[in-house]
């Protein structure tokens, strides 16, 4: 079973795992409330089937058999070019509005495999073991997750000092089976509809604290893994009222590890600084970031064009401002692509034979938040009161008001009401509702927040030399002595 369907993944998620929602524990997949969710996950395994040509690739190690594209180590431009395509396929399913289709974690595993020359720096039953999970991966077609922020409140200490120190997840013990690990991790975005939490780091950790250098991946049915929801967004409506709220909300939590048995054959990296504070920084700029560019590109296509198909409900579409804002969108999709584009092309060999697009791509952190929230903004700036006006469609099927409504709330330019209430719904959906405006909160922080990527996009310009300009410019004009 190398490529799953919806239904097989649906059955995948009877398994005991504990999750928390409101105010209960629920059993994930038979709970009404989470139905679309996991409708709308399951909807994304038919997709890669249904757009197979794309998202699926021959799997090099079992003749015939087929794999997710997301899952292949790339070893060249050829390589990145069909990743590309089945990525892009991929993120169409939602138009970008999930942000944690398995194919996300898949591409930064395939990436932390591709990497072996890192690993060697540590012991190499690490490696081993990450390879073989690898495997399990693409055999198993299995949903993963990731949890890799540690879970610190006072930023005034060190994300692993003062009160975060006990809060955050680490090793308490081992035994002759696994490692024991304790504590929280921020977040878990399609934690309770996941198969596995891959557990890795995000930023560097100083030398003596080891503890918490752990990369491992562990089933979320596994005894003390607790999941602890925010509320649910997702609605129980028609596809054509809620397009996004019935189908795509990919419930994030809290994971608190309670005292975690790890089996070793899952311990990747346990106390080994080298891997551990290497891995991220030479796998994500530009490998991680093909995938969440890919993504941001599609949806910011289909914003651009939500946000013309809403003017041309108000017929504003030759309003200047109007007209400005819709360049200023796809400005930013301009500016997206090309980015991807240089850094595809701009690919290289970054170890072990590695071949990921330029790490400049990352440069993308730095700006996108902010792109998507003025999206937002855009989209309520010129939907106005219209993305109120919004009757559900299954109201123009009521004979007592169905009249009414085509008569007072019809669209410009002859557009019949239904259109307009799909239309602004959708628009609603997208960026009012409450699962849009989590989509926002998850578009500002899924990549950390856009003030830490700024800082260390800063960080390395200094590193990297890019300055000195100044002086040049002072010397060759004769300000200052040469
Ligand atoms: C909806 C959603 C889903 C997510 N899903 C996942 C997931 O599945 N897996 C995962 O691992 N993570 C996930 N994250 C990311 C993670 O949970 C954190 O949000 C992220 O790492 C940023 O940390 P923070 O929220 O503490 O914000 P911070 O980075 O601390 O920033 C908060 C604000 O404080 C300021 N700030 C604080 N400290 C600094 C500093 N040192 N330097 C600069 N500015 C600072 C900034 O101005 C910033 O705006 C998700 C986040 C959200 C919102």
Redesign the pocket.
Known sequence: MAVRTGNQYIESLDDGREVWLGNKKIDVAHDPLLRGSIGGMAGYFDWQNEYADECLIDDPEKPGEKMNVSLMLPKSAEDLAIRHRGLERLSRYSNGML??TPDYVNVVLSGHTARSDIWARGKPEGYERLAKFHREVIDGDLAL?????HA?ID?SAPPLAGMNSDLTLRVVDRNENGIVVRGG???????PLADELYVYS?APIPSGAEEYALIFSIPVKTKGVIQIC?DHYGVDASVADAPFSSRFDEQ?SFVIFDDVEVPYERVFCDGDLTVYNNLNAGVSPGNTLQQTAIRAMVKLEFAYDLCSSIAKVTNSLAYPETAEMLGEIHAYLTLTRSAIVGAEARAHDWGAGAFFPHRDLSVLRCVMPGWMSRVNQIIRVIGGHNLLCTPSLELFENPEIADKLRKYLPGSNGMPAEERARIMRMAWDFAGSALGS??E??E?????????AR?GDHMNAQRDGEWGQVREFMQKSGIVAE
């Open positions: 942000g944690r997750t990731h949890t890799i922020v610190n930023k991790k921020v977040l878990a975005t399609l934690g995000s925010r994030d989590r989509v909160l998850y500002m922080f899924y990549l950390t927040s856009q003030s830490r800082i």
